[in-house]
């Protein structure tokens, strides 16, 4: 398994981060952390509490716990403070503007850009990324498919230059060839060195590409996994549970 990194080195430090719906603790006290240049996955079947992680390290839902980015404490208000701080979510179901172009779409996401220079630069990285979203620059982002929507949705968060990236299931209602094209340019966005941290229910996916992951059951974390070692919630539950 992985050393636990240096200060130095940690990117996102997640403490005793707990969350609940009303009177629902939906998430109990969990610790989660990602170094640098590395992309976690967090693992676990429907309903585990991966997506009120997610939530509530944007400070999307009533939390309680401490998230720190590169050491300092992330200004949880809204996840545009999140993103001023380089932290970005791309949420399940994609969070696109439907009736909006894609160019426009990708342009609500570059807001912090400045300069005409650094949003062509930004632009050009989505494009070599997902070419596809160059052919379709006009077209309106509710009529494309489901895949090109998940590449819009990452397309925009890369917009906003982020130092790190959050995704809660990109591969969710996606064709098996369609979900290998996003997960591999997530691999390739992370040997680029973008620190990523992926909420995946399709384990064997997900652990060809993490370095480490988290197993959540019933919101808590109850493994963190070397993904050298198990391809499969089989294998997990062997090597971790047993
Ligand atoms: P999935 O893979 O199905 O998206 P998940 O692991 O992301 O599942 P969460 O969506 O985080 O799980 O849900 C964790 C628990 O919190 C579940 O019991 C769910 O019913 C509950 N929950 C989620 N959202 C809400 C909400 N808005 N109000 C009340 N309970 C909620």
Same mark, same amino acid.
């Given at each position: 398994m992985t050393e636990a990194g240096s200060a &130095?080195?940690?990117?996102?430090?997640?403490?005793?981060?707990?969350a609940r719906y009303g009177h629902i603790e939906a998430l109990h006290p969990t610790d989660v952390r990602v170094e640098d240049r590395e992309l976690v996955?967090?693992?676990?079947p429907n309903g585990a509490g991966k997506s009120t992680l997610m939530r509530a390290i944007m400070g999307l839902v009533e939390n309680a716990g401490t998230v720190r980015f590169r050491g300092r404490p992330l200004p949880r208000r809204?996840?545009?403070?999140?993103?001023?701080?380089?932290?970005?979510?791309?949420p399940e179901g994609r969070g696109i503007f439907g009736p909006m172009s894609v160019a426009e779409n990708l342009e609500l996401g570059a807001y912090l850009s400045g300069s005409k220079a650094e949003f062509e630069r930004r632009q050009e990285r989505v494009?070599?990324?997902?070419?596809?979203? =160059?052919?379709?620059?006009?077209?309106?982002?509710?009529?494309l498919s489901g895949g090109e929507q998940q590449m819009l949705?990452?397309?925009? &968060?890369?917009?906003?230059?982020? =130092?790190?990236?959050?995704?809660?299931?990109?591969?969710?209602?996606? &064709?098996?060839?369609?979900?290998?094209?996003?997960?591999?340019?997530?691999s390739a966005l992370n040997r680029e060195g973008l620190p990523i941290l992926l909420v995946e229910q399709k384990a064997p996916?997900?652990? =060809?590409?993490?370095?480490?992951?988290?197993?959540?059951?019933?919101?808590?974390?109850?493994?963190?996994?070397?993904?050298r070692k198990v391809s499969s919630y089989d294998e997990i539950a062997h090597y971790y549970l047993s």
């Open positions: &130095a080195t940690r990117v996102l430090d997640v403490a005793g981060l707990s996955a967090i693992l676990g809204a996840p545009e403070a999140c993103a001023a701080d380089g932290v970005v979510l791309v494009f070599s990324l997902f070419p596809r979203l =160059k052919e379709r620059l006009s077209q309106v982002a509710g009529s949705a990452i397309g925009r &968060a890369l917009m906003s230059d982020p =130092k790190i990236l959050l995704l809660d299931e990109p591969s969710l209602g996606l &064709a098996p060839r369609v979900v290998e094209e996003i997960l591999g340019s997530l996916l997900a652990l =060809k590409i993490a370095q480490r992951a988290y197993l959540l059951s019933v919101g808590r974390v109850i493994a963190e996994i070397d993904p």
